[in-house]
């Protein structure tokens, strides 16, 4: 099974072992029945794999995590309440007090805020680099970093991250390279082939696709060694009490659960669920899953689709006189052309800006004026999405951090569905007409 067509429609799922059900059932449930209680005592304790009680895992959730890392390339996945949730939980398990991260500016303004002010809280703090500049990245890192973070495809610009030279950054400086793949997806881009050593992802995007349920996943690389920065990570490298002194990076550094029994590092995934997970929460529902695992099903064929009305609605848009400007990494000639090709060379995704001659208020108003066209606050959906992220999405960042993030006055944000593309474009061209 090596084609990504057929994995996405199989990976992690056979016929229900009980019923034959051919499609991953939901299995409503909050815990499992123990055999005995040696069983229970080895679930609790990780000596055996097992569900317990579905806030660290139920079977529906288990198909998607084991289907998503497959996707990605990565050792094993972890499934989450959303997309940010996955983030938290990577974060929670990699820093300390009083440490940072090194995160792209070029970030969804959602996780720009998380980065701001959510993380304080926790004593953590981010310092900001940028995409175009891979040595500010090396600037920003300091003895107190933790991991450096960036997107493949940036929200909400279509920007492409030089992912290899990010990696070769994280790389000199010890520590994990995690990449959001929410955009592309794994089906445009894998970003553990390019040096990443964690993925994480929004699921409530494209993979499941239909804009029905909101999901996150965290992928782990297998391909970090935790214990040659053994200081650093110590939730991985030291003795852990509450699971009788286990080390996570000793005992789930080498499993043989790779192809052909080969041995696999899965100790950042099994952490951050049995501690990170276990201890916040944020649990994804088995019906979310089910969604998402059907989601992923059509994901090669939808984003083959999204990226063709993407490239034709962007070259329109590019000839239109009321247009200033249009960045979409698909373009011939659009600054990160050659990044898209490298690290994405089926297609730049669905999601990309372009600018007003009319500036915000012309932004606003192209929004209104739209019938087809969906105006809300998601990108990835079957439907075709528009959004003014200055005045939205991006409005509780200062004017600077708008520009920066490509959220500026006239901008408009785009996320191209997957409808008949001459449609789209006749929407698009009586609400530019009206302005
Ligand atoms: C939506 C999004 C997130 C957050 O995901 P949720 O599922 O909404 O929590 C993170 N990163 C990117 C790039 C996104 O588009």
Redesign the pocket.
Known sequence: MTGFSTRAVHAGAQPDPTTGARVQPIYQTTSYVFRDADHAANLFALQEFGDIYSRIGNPTVTALEARIADLEGGTMGLATA??????ILALHLLMEPGTNLVAARQ??G??INQFNHAIRKFGWQVRWADIDDPQSFADAVDENTRLIFT?SL??PGGLVTDMAAVAKVAQEAGVPYIV?N??ASPALCRPLEHGAHIV??????FVGGHGNS???VLVDGGRFDWMAHKDKFPTLTTPQAYYNDLVFADTFGAMPLGPDGANVDIAFAIAAKAFSLRDIGPALSPFNAFLLLTGCETLPLRMDKHCENALGVARWLSGHEKVSWVRYAGLEGDPHHARAQTYMPKGAGAVFTFGLKGGHEAGVKLVAGTKLFSHLA???DTRSLIIHPASTTHSQLTEDQKIAAGAAPETVRLSIGIEDIDDIIADLDQALAAL
């Open positions: 959303s997309g940010h949730a996955a983030q970030l969804y959602g996780s997107e940036a929200n959001d929410t955009m994480v992802e929004s699921l409530t995007k909101v999901g996150g998601n990108i990835g």
